[in-house]
């Protein structure tokens, strides 16, 4: 079908290409910067691995795009007929049976790959209770929001229109109450008890106005051994999350540092910006949902229930040609932000806590410009640092 070579031309084979680029300047990058030598062999091997398996996944959701506006589209069609139930259980059970389709490559990345690297410490009973949870959840969001788009599609002409409104105010919802209510039915949040520590953080979030509902240590090594840190949530529900295993890896100072770093993404505003941007994606792929045409569905029928499939599927496509405009504002967001963020403590303490952050989680320092301009939100290290005027070692 027309879509399906759409797909594979536009999608498939530029993943793949540029997986490829990322995957020869990978092999040919042997100056050794940051890491010593063994980690930097270690970080080389692990994205050399993951532009590999990015290229599988790429192969392994075309065919199942292909498999789906072939057949299983035709197939759904023929266990539900029309009618605002049946097309509900068309869509929620397109969305299980292509989770279930992505749920091997999905497991071997978690249990095999990252695992093998020491990144994962996720046990096969963990991530099955964590899979079922967020199957529960697919259903009983999916089948609302189906029912509503649904609704809207067979009773609006610009029925795209109304589900765009939708679809944003739930991705505002969701950024409202994961910190709260999402996040902890996955991990366990406790408030930080070290007073001193704590003391200090709030005085730098006073000196640029931002109110937090708690700072809170997340058990982040239950499942994975790389060290991060965020500012969660809107209003009345933002909160600090410190992951535990940050916690034990870097100094009090160079904490400070990286939470100015993430103070002056509130100080910016960039959360409101990145929503912006997010409205912008959504508004354009609801637009070209909306306005299809009838050969795209040639081989199943076009009604509501294949729309919001087709529009599912098409997603990734959409998104991946946005990615560069996305990545572009937000590279330039981070610049911004290690400056601010410096000038709340120190360069130093920012650059020697990014070294240790690059050096913990294993991550390659070289990346191939355009992987770089289609795929990284963050600037390379090696930038980031020079821009900071960090001495960092060369050999």
């Known amino acids: 079908m027309l879509i399906g070579v759409i797909f594979i031309v536009l999608y498939m084979i530029p993943v793949c290409l540029i997986a490829a680029l990322q995957i020869k300047h990978i092999k040919a990058s042997n100056k050794v910067v940051i890491l010593d030598a063994m980690d930097f062999n270690i970080a080389k091997d692990y994205a050399i691995i993951s532009q590999y398996f990015n290229i599988l996944e790429a192969i392994f959701s075309t065919i199942i795009f292909v498999f789906w506006v072939n057949f299983g589209f035709y197939a759904l069609q023929e266990i539900f007929g029309r009618g605002l139930i049946n097309e509900t259980l068309y869509v929620v059970l397109f969305l299980i049976f292509n989770s279930i389709l992505m749920l091997p490559l999905s497991a071997y990345k978690t249990l095999v790959i990252d695992k093998s690297f020491g990144f994962s410490k996720t046990t096969i009973r963990l991530y099955i209770v964590d899979t079922i949870k967020s199957f529960v959840m697919l259903v009983i969001f999916s089948s609302l929001i189906s029912f509503v788009l649904i609704y809207f599609i067979n009773n609006f002409t610009n029925w795209w229109i109304f589900g765009f409104i939708l679809i944003f105010l739930i991705v505002v919802l969701i950024n409202l109450i994961y910190p709260t209510i999402i996040a902890p039915l996955f991990n366990k949040f406790t408030p930080l008890d070290d007073e001193n520590l704590k003391s200090k953080i709030v005085d730098m979030m006073d000196s640029v106005g931002f109110k937090a509902n708690g700072i809170f240590v997340m058990d982040a090594s239950r499942r994975d051994g790389r060290l991060n840190a965020y500012f969660g949530g809107l209003g009345k529900s933002k909160r600090v999350v410190l992951f535990d295993t ?26 409101i910006k990145n929503i912006c941007i997010m409205a912008v994606v959504l508004f354009s792929l609801f637009c070209v949902a909306g306005n299809l045409p009838d050969i795209i569905f040639d081989g199943f029928t076009k009604n509501a229930a294949s729309i919001i499939c087709v529009l599912i599927l098409i997603s990734s496509l959409i998104s991946f040609y946005f990615l560069p405009i996305i990545n572009y504002f937000s590279r330039k967001a981070e610049y911004k932000a290690d400056k601010f963020g410096s000038s709340l403590t120190n360069a130093d303490d920012l650059g020697s806590a990014l070294v240790k952050l690059i050096n913990e989680n294993k991550a390659f320092p070289y990346s191939h410009r355009i992987y770089v301009f289609f795929y990284m939100s963050h600037p390379p290290l090696l930038d980031r640092l020079k821009a900071l005027n960090y001495k960092f070692n060369e050999n």
């Open 246 to 271: 940050l916690l034990s890896k870097v100094t009090q100072n160079e904490l400070l540092a990286i939470l100015g770093h993430e103070l002056a993404h509130f100080k910016h505003k960039d959360l």
